[in-house]
């Protein structure tokens, strides 16, 4: 298991961590609020919380381990920002013989078009065609390399 986990890719990694990490800080919180209120209505968000963390975290794990996950990877065409904040909304990627875009659901700093973009997916993800696009929205992890310039 060990030797998996180092397989995996930065990203992977990191969004096993931390939904592991908040899972378990959950049930460490459930249990303090438990004890300290005596009221276990008063803590069952908590256990909510937790279980929804641990939940998600397996299925993660499940779909590394069996394969289950799809690697895209691109060069970065366009980097569509909101109007006012400019935060990253869309990124539209070169595939193969087509075009791929990926509405963002966090904040990616500092991506610029040229910028080599991989996009981890589960194989049960929907997509959509819009045009002439293939449009994914949902993805578990997304990598950014940067080119040099």
Known sequence: MKEFFRSLPYAMKKHLLIRSGL???FLILFAIVL???????????CLGIAIFFLINVSILLYDCLTNNVIVIQGEC?????????????NVVLAVGTGTVK?????????????DIVTVFLSSRTSVYENGNQ???CGYYA????KMAS
């Open 23 to 25: 899972g378990v800080l």
């Open 35 to 45: 004890l300290v209120a005596k009221d276990f209505l008063f803590a069952v968000p």
């Open 77 to 89: 065409l366009e980097v569509e920002r909101t109007r006012f904040m400019k935060r990253t909304h």
């Open 102 to 114: 990926v509405p963002v659901r966090h904040q990616l700093k500092k991506i610029k078009a040229g």
């Open 134 to 136: 293939q449009v994914i």
């Open 142 to 145: 997304i990598e950014i390399e």
